[in-house]
């Protein structure tokens, strides 16, 4: 079965040094979003691509993330420095877009667990 | 904006009860998107069911349930005989609709089920 690859699953960084997460989406699937869940919250949208284009990086805090997509298939977020607010579930997500129907269910993978030191 | 709540946090019950989790959204949006997640232990969101805002049919599928009531801008989920492997923090999300592109997923604070013996 199909399913959204992120790697690593956990990560021990300490304040200030750079991080970054990789996530390979379901093959075909255009749509790809990064989200952040805090513990005990629910996850919530940092930044979405359409293929290789950012469609929504609204609640991306630019001065320290970045995300990058080049091909429109695997996808790079990274955070410069890192801050222990940072600690957090990383979870990259994926759907299929078909024509007409733009809010296909997302899947996603099983996250990156960061705990910043 | 849109908003999903959650009220309740966390449920206990004894395997075999039956358990409703409860789920009401804020949209104003007349074409939208209702999800529910499941999350255990492992931390990989499972999806479980997708509505459209003009599909107010009930769905069920095996134990699991679903009342979608636009009146009272409700969307929730049953589980009939719960058993231990429900235990999981269940999400509920909402996205919009006809926007162009996919839309990302506005979630719940989650509602955590304990199951028991």
């Known amino acids: 079965e199909a399913e959204v690859a992120q790697s690593p699953r956990y990560k021990i960084t300490e304040k200030s040094q750079a991080v970054a997460f990789w996530c390979d989406p379901i093959s075909g699937h255009a749509t790809l979003y990064w989200y952040r869940q805090i513990l005990g919250q629910g996850p919530e949208l940092l930044v979405q691509f359409q293929d290789e284009s950012v469609v929504d990086d609204s609640q991306l805090p630019k001065d320290r993330f970045s995300a990058e997509r080049l091909k429109g298939v695997d996808s790079t977020l990274k955070i410069q420095p890192a801050e222990l607010g940072d600690s957090a579930m990383y979870l990259c997500?994926?759907?299929?877009?078909?024509?007409?129907?733009?809010?296909?269910?997302?899947?996603f993978g099983q996250g990156t667990r960061l705990t910043v030191v | 904006a849109q908003k999903v709540t959650q009220a309740q946090t966390e449920i206990s019950v004894v395997e075999k009860e039956d358990v409703t989790l409860d789920c009401v959204y804020e949209t104003r949006d007349t074409t939208y998107y209702l999800f529910w997640y499941k999350q255990p232990p492992s931390g990989e969101l499972v999806f479980l069911i997708r509505r459209n805002s003009f599909d107010e049919q009930n769905e069920i599928s095996g134990r699991y349930s679903w009342n979608f009531q636009k009146s009272t801008s409700s969307f929730n989920f049953t589980i009939t005989a719960s058993q231990v492997v429900d235990s999981a923090v269940y999400f509920c999300?909402?996205?919009?609709?006809?926007?162009?592109?996919?839309?990302?997923?506005?979630f719940g604070t989650g509602t955590r089920l304990q199951v028991t013996l």
């Open positions: 997500a994926s759907s299929l877009v078909r024509l007409g129907d733009m809010n296909t269910e997302a899947f």
């Open positions: 999300a909402l996205s919009e609709g006809n926007t162009g592109t996919a839309s990302k997923l506005t």
